[in-house]
């Protein structure tokens, strides 16, 4: 079984106070109509687990600090993908972005091909998509790498 929890409301469900980066606080799980709801506590407003509770954890909010780089979503790394499908010159860059995308599971590794030009062909299965898709192996050198490195992080990558 797989259960969605909601996430921190930042909020005490006793006090209606927001809860403070660094600050401890519980969280419960509680069964209503058939769904898990989450109740965050204060500390100072704890009194333990209530009745029928799930489950139960003490955590701390996190820290103020600024957002993390954000990777674009998966649909959008597809859509690149394809746009270079196009682009026979960065055929390097196209398969550093299949291999990120196996690594994000958006696409699942499958047995490779040579064609009759001797090249190999990374082949993926995007159960997204419900496609097979391929590109070919070309591993840049380790000077392109960083030039791919730095391109995807400027095309994909949003936030600091």
Not at 123 to 145: E, H, I, N
Request: hydrophobic residues 40%; charged residues 30%; aromatic residues 8%.
């Amino acid at each position: 079984m797989e259960y969605e929890v909601q996430r921190c409301t930042r909020h005490c469900a006793k006090t209606g106070r927001e809860l403070q980066p660094g600050e401890a606080f519980f969280t419960t799980l509680v069964d209503e109509a058939g769904a898990l709801v989450r109740h965050d506590y204060a500390c100072e407003a704890w009194t333990g687990p209530p009745e029928g509770v799930v489950g139960w954890w003490r955590s701390r909010m996190p820290d103020a600090t600024p957002k993390k780089a954000q990777l674009a979503p998966n649909d959008v790394i597809l859509q690149l993908f394809d746009q270079l499908a196009e682009q026979p010159d960065k055929a390097d860059m196209r398969y550093v972005l299949a291999l990120l995308l196996v690594r994000r599971r958006v696409a699942r590794q499958e047995d490779g091909e040579i064609d009759d030009e001797g090249r190999e062909w990374m082949v993926m299965y995007c159960p997204r998509r419900d496609a097979t898709l391929k590109t070919l192996v070309s591993m840049p050198s380790d000077a392109r790498a960083a030039e791919i490195q730095d391109e995807l992080a400027r095309l994909l990558y949003a936030g600091e």
